[in-house]
């Protein structure tokens, strides 16, 4: 920055404070966007002597109900089970999966070993959640979401042979490079680019894609050695570049560009030991405030309030909550089952709204993509309706870790959930026997879950069909005294972000309601 | 893999052991290569009664002599610094920089804070230094060598203004494709392509690319938001996607494709507290085997074997060791100044190969680049003779942290080596506050190393001239009972990797050696 820049920016942020010259900064491109939360501002004791009932200890309703009761209201969270979190869940020794199908699997892993079976990671952009887990003190570690050792696998393609990432990604970008070259020695371009420009994506093309002075793509170190080099003349041995005709065939682009996702690109974490760190640590600073294993009943307007009611699990016996508010966090196929006074309207979009499946698959192993394949964290991706293979990024260079061995949404989903658990463990050994021939049997102790059938989740996300979004824009509005929020009402997607970032939304227009009508 | 071809294999092993299988399914390409270093098989207990002497307890040095002492050889190791470790240096409060030019610092920072002044990262490929880690039980963490929200910086280009690495690599990828699918349409590739083929890299671009049903790039959310969505109607709003002439412009495609040099994929480690974790092993292993503060001042021919007259600094007395082999792992620039029988072509190879200067500058600061700007880890690229700026992937979400506000080798490191200290400093705090205006100021207690001018180093890697191979391939062969070994002795490059590569060699020939004349 120039001292003359400087010096306007230093007199704006006298004048108009920290803010102003922040404003000022970003207009003149001199700062990234976004980072770090806005705080919640929500009138500070402004909510003394009303009362809200959160329905669900998810994260959407833990946020809700910790930022209102900053706020002075006075909150109750009936939540149906045992536990905090929501879909937030993580997998231990002792862990019972119940699902609504009547199975039932008791998680056998070593002690220490865990498996986040819901939320996995969270992206550095999502500061709504990073400010939270600093708040609480939630210690975070990298999570490796990439790996160039990772593969592609595709049985119909390149003779069955997984590919490593680093071949797939840059004998790609080899490849369209040489095209391109080509194409514009041809002349091909020369509508779009003069000369000069023309010289100047030709030159760095060859840079882009490796290429050899003669512009054509002859493989590169990029892409990795069959024979790594050594000492003295040990120069190793290339890989032997892939045609773009097999990297064609291999149609994982899904896979390769995984990374360039806009939630998914480095840097990513998770909480050390456990994602569900992050609703323990709402939990604990809720305290009583929850009411565990209270499923809601009936959901009724009372006056220009609510009753809700619920069946307190252990005893069998059905209990009254009455507030001034009701926050709603329950997904819609729960919802849909519960008795309530939400207007018509309201009605129908909870009905319409389509939450998908989402099955996945762990394991414990030794810790064999480690030792013998150098993959520490990251994905293999894979053309089936398994979808992927996923390698833990916790406990690095440990004995025996948590593989993932299947993250299949939608139909996909549907049609792995549908088979009988042992069916759908095998399935997964085969798929990792594919990618890690001889190690298949090294897979113990499979744990499977499948959002739809897990009770009180009954899916994973929202799955809006085209067009649909009449029975969005409307859940985000307030049904008089009925405030929606979850996951599902933001923009950005399936994450704990999108559950804190409607929340955060929800409790503010909520506290803007009350003093609209005080 | 098929169960007749499993049969086959276990057959196989049955017949031929481990080895036979392995290989087998190696060819079979069903095996990745080299995962897990080779065990060094030297002839077990083959040294007793051989004395070694090593010069330089560096990562080469100290390797040749753990190895040998397991196979019985009586070794002796020759340190002219305080300290094993060699170019592998750990800086912490109270460390003192001294350089040949007579400058002096001493490290300021925090207590816990730590810069790896020498070798920062450890390539997950890079298993014989990962199997020493695993041998001593050095504890390892990620390293984040990559961010997408760290940023390119050219001052001539953007109108000075920072690109978000995850445009850079996005806005490329779209205008690439872009331009291929053009040039596709228009049939330019129509010799090499099928209709078939045309069609489906078409419908590929489009998907790797991200463009427009139109076959045009308009911006793509892997490039980032300048506003990021929230909730309900708040969809974001996108960066607007950058000409393929700006980002020519920016001429910075060394950082942009940093993350598929072969040495710097993920997943990348660091040891946990500092590099020199790695060394201290080493040496905790070695004892008394190392003499430190002993530096060499004569390396004779002793008969068959060699004498070594080395300066006991504290006391300022020479010394002398016998012995019937010796390693030389000195660089060659301090080999130079040392009087000794070698060969005179093996003279003249050391006095050839020139070894490169290389300065890093660090600073302690706040992490305002993670506060304010998301980057965790990664690294920021400048078009300019600082090269870059390195996030630390150490203490994440601390209050204070290491910036890397320089890493400049070869004849831009000697530029900046020729500035004042302090001009070294602000010409990276300058950078810094380019990068990210109104934070330069936070940079405080800076330290600088120049390789070049580090005693007993004299330069940080070997750059051997283009065709200067003889000299390389010479001090690769024992010049009678002098052996070299060191990093810059293997096709592995600069790295710790390299150094074990040779020191492995090097042993081994050492061993056979012995053998032959026994």
Redesign the interface.
């Known amino acids: ?1 120039t001292p003359t820049r ?1 010096g306007f ?1 230093q007199r704006i942020g006298a004048v108009g404070g920290y803010s102003a010259a922040y404003l000022s ?1 970003q207009a003149l ?8 939360a806005e705080p919640v501002a929500l009138q500070p004791g402004g909510g003394r002597g009303k009362r809200v009932v959160v329905l669900g200890a998810g994260i959407a309703g833990m946020t809700s109900a910790y930022e209102l009761q900053k706020a002075g209201y006075q909150c109750t969270v009936l939540e149906a089970r045992e536990r905090a979190g929501g879909r937030n869940w993580t997998i231990r020794q002792g862990t019972r999966i119940d699902l609504i199908d009547g199975t039932s699997q008791t998680c056998g892993f070593d002690r220490g070993l865990y498996w986040n079976a819901g939320p996995a990671r969270l992206p ?2 999502h ?1 709504k959640v990073l400010a939270y887990c ?1 708040e609480f003190g939630v210690a ?3 999570e ?1 979401n ?4 990772a593969m592609i696998s595709n049985a119909a393609a390149n ?1 069955g ?1 997984p590919i ?1 990432m ?1 071949q797939a ?2 004998d ?2 080899g490849a ?2 040489e ?2 070259s ?3 020695d ?1 002349g ?2 020369d509508q ?1 680019l003069t000369h000069e ?1 023309r010289d ?2 030709l030159a ?2 060859e ?2 894609g490796d290429l050899s002075p003669d512009k054509l793509y002859r493989g590169s ?2 892409s ?13 041995e290339l890989h032997k570049p892939l045609s ?2 097999v990297l ?1 065939d291999e149609d994982l ?2 896979g390769v ?1 995984f990374e ?3 939630d998914q ?3 990513m ?1 998770q909480p050390v030991g456990g994602m569900d760190a992050i609703p323990m640590a709402f939990a604990k600073r809720l305290g009583a405030t929850i009411r565990y294993q209270s499923e809601v009943t009936q959901i009724r307007r009372d006056g220009d309030g609510v009753r809700i009611t619920y069946t307190h699990r252990p005893s069998g016996t059905s209990r009254t909550v009455e507030a001034d508010y009701c926050i709603v966090t329950l997904t819609s196929p729960v919802l849909a089952k519960i008795a309530s006074d939400f207007s018509p309207a309201y009605r129908d979009a909870i009905a319409n709204i389509e939450w998908q499946q989402s099955v996945k698959i762990a394991w414990q192993s030794r810790r064999f993509w480690e ?8 994905i293999s991706w894979i053309k089936g309706f398994t979808n992927m293979v996923w390698y833990p ?1 916790a406990g ?2 440990g004995d025996q870790g948590i593989l993932l061995g299947a993250y299949t949404s939608g139909p996909n989903g549907e049609k792995l959930a549908a088979l009988a658990l042992n069916e759908q463990f095998e399935t997964t050994r085969a798929v990792v ?2 990618l890690h ?2 190690h298949g049997h090294e897979l113990r102790r499979p744990m499977g879950i499948a959002w739809a059938k897990v009770p009180y989740s009954l899916g994973e996300a929202a799955h809006y069909r085209p067009g649909q979004v009449a029975e969005y ?1 409307l859940l ?1 509005e307030p049904d008089g005294p009925f405030h929606f929020a979850g996951d599902y ?4 997607g399936t994450w704990q972000e ?1 559950a804190i ?2 929340a ?3 409790i503010a227009r909520l506290d803007e309601q009350r003093r609209a009508t005080a």
Chains 1, 2 share one sequence.
């Open positions: 920055m400087r920016l900064m491109g001199l700062l990234p966007v976004a980072s770090r550095s952009q500061q600093r975070l570690e990298v490796v990439v790996s160039r050792s003779g042979r490593e680093r990604i840059n790609t970008r369209v490079s095209l391109l080509k194409a514009l041809r091909a371009l779009e420009d100047r994506v760095f093309l840079q882009y170190s990029r990795g050695y069959a024979r790594r080099p050594g000492a003295a003349d040990d120069a190793g773009l005709n064609l682009w899904n560009l360039e996702l806009i690109q480095a840097t974490f030792q013998q394949y150098n993959i520490y964290g990251g990024s690095l260079f026997e594919r021939p001889g824009r985000n009402l933001s923009k950005v999108s970032t409607s955060h939304r929800t």
